[in-house]
């Protein structure tokens, strides 16, 4: 499997440098995903930007795990760089509904940064109540 990793203090963007997201590709990204998450980030923008196809929505299940891992470490997973037919088929499988999939890294990182902020203006508030 062929990727790139951008490293920030915030997030990190991963990009799948893959045309095809099928039953070879999907374990492995699930495994670098862990990776990622196990080092301490729990912000991650996929930029799947290169990918033409999904062989199978079932492939699709390691952008849940993604999903999973970033919640859990009360961050997000987003997902950019969707073309017609894969935001097609993220919708029959409902998983537009459950990402957050936007059109481009920039308005995933704004939106990372947002999170972040409010996050920490929560925190604040927080303990200004005690």
Same mark, same amino acid.
């Given at each position: 499997? =062929?990727?790139?990793?951008?490293?920030? !203090?915030?997030?990190?963007?991963?990009?799948? @440098?893959?045309?095809? $997201?099928? /039953? %070879?590709?999907?374990?492995?990204?699930?495994?670098? $995903?862990?990776?990622?998450?196990? !080092? #301490?980030?729990?912000?991650?923008?996929?930029? $799947?930007?290169?990918?033409?196809?999904?062989?199978?929505?079932? @492939?699709?299940?390691?952008?849940?795990? #993604?999903?999973?891992?970033?919640? =859990? +470490?009360?961050?997000?997973?987003?997902?950019?760089?969707?073309? @017609?037919?894969? /935001?097609?088929? %993220?919708?029959? /499988?409902?998983?537009?509904?459950?990402?957050? %999939?936007? /059109?481009?890294?920039?308005? +995933?990182? @704004?939106?990372?940064?947002?999170?972040?902020?409010? =996050? !920490?203006?929560?925190?604040? +508030?927080? +303990? #200004?109540?005690?």
């Amino acid at each position: 499997m =062929k990727f790139t990793i951008d490293k920030h !203090e915030k997030y990190i963007l991963f990009k799948l @440098d893959e045309t095809r $997201l099928d /039953s %070879m590709v999907s374990p492995k990204l699930k495994t670098e $995903l862990i990776l990622i998450n196990a !080092e #301490g980030q729990r912000n991650i923008i996929l930029d $799947l930007s290169t990918v033409e196809s999904v062989h199978e929505s079932s @492939d699709l299940s390691s952008l849940l795990v #993604g999903h999973r891992l970033c919640e =859990k +470490a009360q961050g997000v997973f987003i997902v950019v760089g969707l073309n @017609d037919s894969l /935001s097609h088929l %993220m919708s029959v /499988s409902q998983l537009e509904h459950v990402l957050i %999939m936007l /059109s481009t890294v920039e308005e +995933a990182i @704004d939106f990372i940064f947002m999170e972040e902020i409010e =996050k !920490e203006l929560n925190r604040e +508030a927080s +303990a #200004g109540e005690k």
